[in-house]
């Protein structure tokens, strides 16, 4: 029963930390997908550059949503490094975009409006998922434990032992 507890609580934790991670992402690619076309079909700018500068401005709207709200529990290590990391790992997610559309525009020649933003969705898709994983895993930390407190330890012969590391 204890294990399908945690396991439930588990899940019920990720779920949430998702839909927090989610509706900030939802701000951010508006963010970025109306930054993008703004800036590429309203200012004339290239697609390259403009699908870098909306990047940026979501990644920096992204970051302080995702640090002081879906991972503020989590264990802060330094707001520099977070922040070198974090710009790093969406440096990685806004290759993978550019990739995709600089192949659409320059390799297969589509430069309309909805192929443009097709692969540019596309691209966002797969540096999200990116994105996801690598925040948990390197950026925002799961808090450590407490080292001096006491664990309870399994079951033996009916009594709870405790043990202090």
Same mark, same amino acid.
């Given at each position: 029963m204890r294990f399908l507890r945690h396991a439930y609580e588990r899940f019920a934790d990720l779920l949430h930390e998702l839909a927090k991670f989610g509706t900030v992402g939802a701000f951010a690619f508006v963010i970025d997908v109306g930054g993008f076309n703004l800036l590429q079909y309203g200012l004339q700018w290239g697609t390259l550059t403009s699908k870098v500068v909306a990047t940026a401005v979501a990644t920096t709207f992204a970051y *302080?949503?995702?640090r002081y709200w879906t991972y503020r529990h989590r264990e802060q290590s330094g707001l520099t490094r977070e922040y070198f990391l974090f710009f790093l790992l969406n440096g990685v997610a806004l290759l993978i975009g550019l990739l995709i559309v600089g192949f659409t525009r320059?390799?297969?020649? %589509?430069?309309?409006? $909805?192929?443009?933003? $097709?692969a540019n969705l596309f691209g966002i898709g797969l540096g999200t %998922? *990116?994105? *996801? *994983?690598?925040? /948990? /895993?390197?950026?925002? %930390?799961?808090a450590t434990e407490d080292l001096d407190t006491p664990r309870e330890l399994p079951e033996t012969d009916g009594a709870r032992?405790?043990?202090t590391r």
């Open positions: *302080f949503g995702n320059y390799t297969l020649g %589509l430069t309309d409006p $909805v192929s443009i933003n $097709v %998922l *990116f994105r *996801f *994983f690598s925040y /948990k /895993k390197w950026v925002f %930390l799961a032992t405790r043990e």
